[in-house]
C-alpha cells in the first residue's frame, strides 16, 4: 500500500504523468543504466496502464514491483516500508535512467567560490549540480537549499547550497492539537544554536565554535513535496505523532521562508500521501486531484472513490504535493 499511494501521486503528477503517456522518455533513455535496470520502462508503461485502462479496472503493478526491487533490494516483499523513503528511492531510480548527463565532470569543490556573493555562488552551485545531474524528473522535483553557518565569536558567516528532493518538516508542538504548515516551516527555517557536541569549526577562527545554523530555500522546485516528520528518528522504537496539521489546498505562499527576494513561490496542493495506524500496523491511501478534471479521488489500494476537497485535510497526511501555480515565473 505505500507503493500504491506514492504511485498514485506521481500518476496525477500532471508533467511527469504526460511525460510517460507521449513516450518522451525513450529519447532521454541513457545507456548508462539501461543494462542494468528498466524501471523508467516499466513506469511508463504503468502509467499509461492507470490512464487508459477502463474506470471499473484497477491495474496491478506487480511488473513494476519487481524491477523496484531489482533496483532497490530493500523493497522485496510485502513488509510495511515508509512511503517516504520509498518516493526517494522511486525518483532517484527513474532520475539515473533518464538523467542526460553521460560522462561527468571531475568533481570541483565549492572552496574555490566561497569569494563570490550568496546569489552567485548559489547559482554555480546549482550549474555544478546540473552538469551532473540533469533530467526530466530532477527538472520537476529538484529545488536548491541554503544553509548559513554563523559563528557566535568572530561574526563570520559560511554557506553551503544543496539539491533537494523535498523537505521533511518537524511538526510544531502547540498547547492545542492543531498546527498550521507555516509554523512547520518556520520551525525548519528557524536558527539553530549549535553548542556542545555539534560545535562546527569556524574557518576563520580555525577553532570549534558556538554558532547558528539556518535554513532558507534558494531555488523553489515546479513541484513541491513536503514530508510532515512524523516519526521518531529511532525505528524500533518509534513513535507516531497524528498532529493535525492544517495546510492550504490553494496558493501557499512561501516567499518568507526564501534565501533572496523572488516574485513568485505560491503552489497548489494536488496530492496527499496519508498513513492511518501505528508504526508497527500502518496503512497508506492517497488523495489525489486528477490534473484533467480537477475533481479529487481517494485511492486505497484496489479501491478509488470520488472525495471531497473538504475531505482532503486530516491527521493522517504525511506526504503533500505541491505544483507551483505559475512555472512560467520561477525565478
Known amino acids: ?13 500532471k508533467e511527469l504523468r504526460d511525460y510517460c503517456l507521449q513516450n518522451q522518455y525513450v529519447r532521454d533513455l541513457n545507456n548508462n543504466s539501461r543494462m542494468q535496470m528498466n524501471l523508467m520502462a516499466e513506469f511508463a508503461k504503468l502509467i499509461q496502464a492507470l490512464w487508459t485502462s477502463s474506470p471499473n479496472e484497477s491495474v496491478s503493478p506487480s511488473e513494476f514491483k519487481t524491477q523496484i526491487q531489482r533496483y532497490a533490494p530493500r523493497f522485496v516483499g510485502y513488509n510495511q516500508q515508509d512511503a517516504q523513503e520509498f518516493l526517494r528511492f522511486l525518483l532517484d531510480g527513474l532520475h539515473s535512467e533518464v538523467n542526460r548527463i553521460l560522462v561527468r565532470p571531475k568533481g570541483g569543490s565549492s572552496d574555490s567560490l566561497d569569494h563570490l556573493p550568496d546569489e552567485e555562488k548559489g ?28 559563528c557566535s565569536v568572530c561574526g563570520h558567516c559560511s554557506t553551503a547550497f544543496d539539491p533537494f528532493w523535498d523537505l521533511s518538516l518537524p511538526i510544531a508542538k502547540k498547547s492545542y492539537g492543531e498546527v498550521n504548515l507555516a ?23 580555525k577553532a570549534r565554535t558556538k554558532c547558528t545554523k539556518k ?40 516567499r518568507e521562508f526564501a534565501s533572496q527576494s523572488c516574485n513568485h513561490a505560491v503552489y497548489n496542493l494536488y496530492a496527499v500521501s496519508n498513513h492511518s495506524g501505528t508504526t508497527m500496523g500502518g496503512h497508506y491511501t492517497a488523495y489525489c486531484k486528477n490534473p484533467v478534471s480537477g475533481e479529487w479521488h481517494a485511492f486505497n489500494d484496489s479501491r478509488v472513490t470520488p472525495l471531497s476537497a473538504s475531505h482532503v485535510r486530516s491527521s493522517d497526511a504525511y506526504l503533500l504535493f505541491y505544483e507551483l501555480s505559475s512555472p512560467s515565473s520561477r525565478m
Open 183 to 205: 509554523d512547520c516551516l518556520r520551525l525548519f527555517t528557524k536558527e539553530d544554536i549549535l553548542d556542545g557536541d555539534e560545535k562546527p569549526t569556524c574557518c576563520h577562527c
Open 215 to 254: 535554513f532558507s530555500i534558494q531555488r523553489f522546485p515546479k513541484i513541491l513535496v513536503l514530508h510532515l516528520k512524523r516519526f521518531s528518528e529511532a525505528r524500533i522504537r518509534s513513535s507516531k505523532l497524528t498532529t493535525f496539521v492544517n495546510f492550504p489546498l490553494k496558493d501557499l505562499d512561501l
Open 123 to 150: 547559482r554555480q552551485m546549482w550549474m555544478r549540480y546540473l552538469a551532473r545531474e540533469d533530467s526530466r524528473i530532477g527538472d520537476l522535483f529538484v529545488g536548491q537549499l541554503k544553509s548559513s553557518l554563523t
Open 1 to 13: 500500500c505505500f507503493m500504491n499511494s506514492i504511485l498514485q501521486c506521481l500518476s496525477n503528477t
